[in-house]
């Protein structure tokens, strides 16, 4: 199969699981307690792929390293995220999600001294007036608490991107996936002090469909993008991999009755796509 197999599976999946999530936190009772159910599922999801990938370990002691150093970023993200997507649109988080990709350009001028391409410049910007287009609102300029924070999770993934770099391509593909799931549930329940219980109340008290449906969603659809890179170009799978944005606002729309600022949000990950076409090109 191809890289064009993967990306269309992965548009789908990241759909759906990006819809599910956000009906998922509807009954939201304890954000680290939901965050761990559906990284654990999601990881139980993952077990049943690992027979259809080439099982392979890195003998490097450093790649294990920076995945360590990686999956405390991914749990910052994850935990951030469940917080972020209750208070905000299914459609509306996934535009701010694509801000990652602008601090992964401007970290690579700061930290990595990389050339300075117009192209991706401008691309950044683009995306940049994407996000403050979607949250502006006349005579109200204060930044809402989900938005900061959504912002603050896309700097933790970014992080974790950084120092994640190629590292997939050492492992089997879902278990790289489950351990980039499966710690941060880990550590998530460590810190935060969750109990079983909290668990429990979260699962009997919550959407249990939805909730499953983001865990499978969720390890299928990194197994999906992560193949999708390393069997495509990534300037041509990382510009489709951006019509996730607006195919979720439309489903959105549909489904979950998002229909507030509905021009706005198109507008807007119209401009991301671009963005993203420059960045890549």
Do not use: H
Request: aromatic share 14%; hydrophobic share 55%.
């Amino acid at each position: 199969m191809n890289w064009i197999f993967f990306l269309i599976m992965y548009l789908i999946f990241s759909v759906i699981f990006n819809q599910a999530y956000k009906v998922s936190t509807k009954n939201l009772k304890n954000a680290g307690a939901l965050t761990i159910l559906l990284e654990l599922i999601a990881v139980i999801t993952l077990i049943f792929c690992i027979p259809f990938f080439e099982i392979k370990f890195p003998s490097d002691i450093k790649v294990y390293l920076f995945l360590g150093l990686s999956v405390i970023f991914y749990t910052l993200s994850d935990r951030l995220n469940t917080t972020v997507r209750s208070g905000i649109e299914a459609s509306t988080f996934n535009i701010i999600l694509q801000l990652s990709t602008v601090f992964m350009i401007f970290a690579g001028l700061i930290f990595f001294k990389e050339p300075f391409i117009i192209n991706k410049f401008i691309g950044a910007i683009l995306i940049i007036v994407s996000n403050i287009l979607v949250f502006y609102k006349k005579g109200n300029q204060k930044i809402d608490k989900y938005v900061f924070l959504g912002i603050l999770a896309n700097l933790s993934f970014t992080v974790a991107l950084f120092l994640d770099v190629n590292i997939s391509d050492n492992f089997n593909l879902p278990i790289y996936a489950g351990i980039t799931l499966g710690v941060p549930a880990i550590l998530i329940f460590i810190f935060e002090k969750i109990k079983i219980a909290d668990l429990k109340d979260e699962f009997i008290n919550g959407n249990k469909k939805a909730m499953i449906l983001t865990s499978v969603t969720w390890g299928l659809s990194i197994i999906f993008q992560l193949r999708a890179y390393q069997l495509g170009n990534v300037s041509i799978v990382a510009p489709l991999g951006a019509l996730t944005v607006i195919i979720n606002v439309i489903v959105g729309y549909i489904f979950l009755n998002e229909k507030d600022n509905l021009l706005k949000k198109l507008i807007s990950a119209l401009l991301i796509i671009f963005g993203i076409i420059l960045i890549k090109i």
